[in-house]
């Protein structure tokens, strides 16, 4: 059955975090006078990125504009009215480096530290001074940050978001979209959704995570976005492990603590492309390639417990495994929020301030996101993001 109502001048395809960061900044706007649509397909978010993810915030990029993002992320994670419930924890990465990885960790820490980082290198000896239960013998270099970086509840910031969205007057729909309705001139004049039919819209926002690629195909245009899986577990320690953080070994595991128990993500090898609803969990992965990292980088880890484990996907951009964000070229008032490639939860905000600025000014205001336009993948100029986890 159709859809009728008068044209929303905004819909949102997407309703995580992604697409409610941008509804929240475009209700907030005192410039912003319109209606705004936000199509989610499952209100559970049960399988949504932004219910799956680790949850955890870093400076500690390659690149100043996801430096930046992440600066004003932790700035609007602290300054937030929903900040209560949270769960903010203030700590840090922990980057580690061998010999061979020492001179990119170098290169990396001049890039944050231009961008006003509070970055801190390390070399094997005050690494083992700061982290005692550290095992040193293969590494020569680390790097930690002072009051930069943590992690809180994803899914509190979503329910948040979307609370404060719905009390303001936007519509959330329980739908998909799955294509759209242009001009002559190629503008959008409508959305379709899959169960309702078509919807009237003055502008997009393509914000669906791994289903963004399908839309941006009904338009035209490739977007090298893929599902990718990431494989999360949880484990137990009987011995206490003292103010740790999250530690990026140089084999690609992580871990971090979180309460009385710890998180790792586990490295895909090979990092194949999956379906969008594929979620199945390899539970051999942690005995076979975690453990022994784990073991081996932390002596106390080696009487671990595996508890847990789930699977989340990345929205992975191929070309350069960072953001594309903005307008498309060629395609009138539809605007891009995909190929966060892990790095969308902790971007969120500052995705979602400068979109609506966009909408409403039709310019970036706050922060110049150009670096990650889509044009770039129009002209073969990847950016190209290093840190990456």
């Given at each position: 059955m159709a859809f009728v109502d008068k044209p929303f001048d905004v819909v949102i395809a997407g309703g995580g975090v992604m697409g409610s960061a941008c509804a929240y900044f475009?209700?907030?706007?005192?410039?912003?006078?319109?209606?705004?649509?936000?199509?989610?397909p499952d209100p559970s978010y049960a399988h949504a990125a932004s219910a799956r993810s680790a949850s955890s915030i870093r400076q500690q990029f390659s690149t100043p504009i996801n430096i930046s993002l992440s600066a004003f992320g932790m700035e609007f994670l602290r300054k937030?009215?929903?900040?209560?419930?949270?769960?903010?924890?203030?700590?840090?990465?922990?980057?580690?480096?061998?010999?061979?990885?020492?001179?990119?960790?170098?290169?990396?820490?001049?890039?944050?530290?231009?961008?006003?980082?509070?970055?801190?290198?390390?070399?094997?000896?005050?690494?083992?001074?700061?982290?005692?239960?550290?095992?040193?013998?293969?590494?020569?270099?680390?790097?930690?940050?002072?009051?930069?970086?943590?992690?809180?509840?994803?899914?509190?910031?979503?329910?948040?978001?979307?609370?404060?969205?719905?009390?303001?007057?936007?519509?959330?729909?329980?739908?998909?979209?799955?294509?759209?309705?242009?001009?002559?001139?190629?503008?959008?004049?409508?959305?379709?959704?899959?169960?309702?039919?078509?919807?009237?819209?003055?502008?997009?926002?393509?914000?669906?995570?791994?289903?963004?690629?399908?839309?941006?195909?009904?338009?035209g245009f490739d977007l090298p976005v893929f599902a990718r899986k990431r494989t999360v577990c949880v484990f137990t320690c009987p011995v206490a492990i003292a103010a740790c953080p999250l530690v990026i070994d140089p084999s690609g595991l992580w871990f971090r603590a979180e309460g009385d128990r710890f998180l790792c993500g586990i490295p895909a090898v090979p990092d194949a492309d999956v379906a969008p609803d594929d979620f199945a969990i390899d539970h051999g992965l942690f005995e076979s390639i975690a453990w022994p990292i784990l073991?081996?980088?932390?002596?106390?880890?080696?009487?671990?417990?595996?508890?847990?484990?789930?699977?989340?996907?990345?929205?992975?951009?191929?070309?350069?495994?960072?953001?594309?964000?903005?307008?498309?070229?060629?395609?009138?008032?539809?605007?891009?929020?995909?190929?966060?490639?892990?790095h969308g939860l902790q971007h969120a905000p500052g995705i979602g301030r400068g979109l609506a600025e966009y909408i409403v000014f039709g310019e970036w205001r706050s922060l110049d996101l150009a670096p990650l336009s889509y044009e770039r993948f129009l002209k073969n100029a990847p950016l190209r993001e290093l840190n990456v986890i």
């Open positions: 475009l209700h907030t706007n005192p410039n912003f006078h319109g209606s705004i649509a936000v199509v989610e937030s009215a929903f900040l209560p419930s949270l769960g903010l924890v203030d700590s840090s990465y922990l980057y580690l480096a061998t010999a061979a990885g020492r001179a990119a960790l170098e290169q990396r820490v001049a890039i944050q530290r231009s961008s006003g980082v509070p970055v801190r290198l390390h070399d094997r000896a005050a690494l083992s001074r700061r982290y005692p239960w550290l095992n040193t013998s293969d590494l020569v270099a680390g790097t930690d940050t002072l009051g930069a970086e943590g992690w809180f509840d994803g899914y509190a910031l979503l329910s948040a978001l979307r609370g404060a969205n719905e009390r303001c007057g936007v519509c959330y729909l329980r739908d998909r979209v799955v294509g759209f309705e242009q001009s002559d001139d190629r503008s959008i004049v409508g959305a379709k959704l899959q169960g309702r039919g078509r919807l009237g819209c003055r502008n997009a926002v393509i914000a669906a995570g791994t289903h963004s690629r399908d839309l941006a195909a009904t338009l073991a081996h980088r932390v002596p106390a880890f080696e009487a671990l417990r595996l508890t847990s484990a789930w699977v989340g996907h990345y929205d992975y951009n191929i070309f350069d495994q960072n953001a594309f964000v903005g307008p498309v070229p060629g395609v009138a008032n539809v605007f891009l929020a995909s190929g966060f490639s892990g």
